[in-house]
Nanobody, 121 residues
Framework: QVQLVESGGGLVQAGGSLRLSCTAS????????MGWYRQAPGMMRELVAQ???????KYEDSVEGRFTISRDNAWKEVYLQMNSLVPEATAVYYC???????????????WGKGTLVTVSS
């Protein structure tokens, strides 16, 4: 079983920066990707940034060039550096791991409880 704990959220003024961290405990047989999602009030959860086991990254269009995802080599920590924040980035940010718990298991998504980011104008 995998547990994810996010930290680093808070209140920041527009134009400011925040760095989110996610710590993973437990283990998986195979990790497919780690990433960050966000959910604003009244909106669906959306992918913000993701790094795959192969090392590729992808970003939601509105954060491209301003946010950077990184991870440690052991897949125990994943970070999201957020620069030039805008009020529209206000949301609860969730850490995600997608992977397989066993060779014959199906793929699963694991989620943290989220950390609130509030960007004031």
């Amino acid at each position: 079983q995998v547990q994810l704990v996010e930290s680093g959220g808070g209140l920041v003024q527009a134009g400011g920066s925040l760095r989110l961290s996610c710590t993973a405990s437990g283990s998986l047989f195979r990790i497919v990707a780690m990433g960050w999602y966000r959910q604003a009030p009244g909106m669906m959860r959306e992918l913000v940034a993701q790094v795959t086991a192969g090392g590729s990254t992808k970003y939601e269009d509105s954060v491209e060039g301003r946010f950077t995802i990184s991870r440690d080599n052991a897949w125990k920590e994943v970070y999201l550096q957020m620069n030039s924040l805008v009020p529209e980035a206000t949301a609860v940010y969730y850490c995600n791991i997608r992977g397989y718990s066993a060779p014959t298991a199906g793929g699963e998504d694991y989620w943290g409880k989220g950390t609130l980011v509030t960007v004031s104008s």
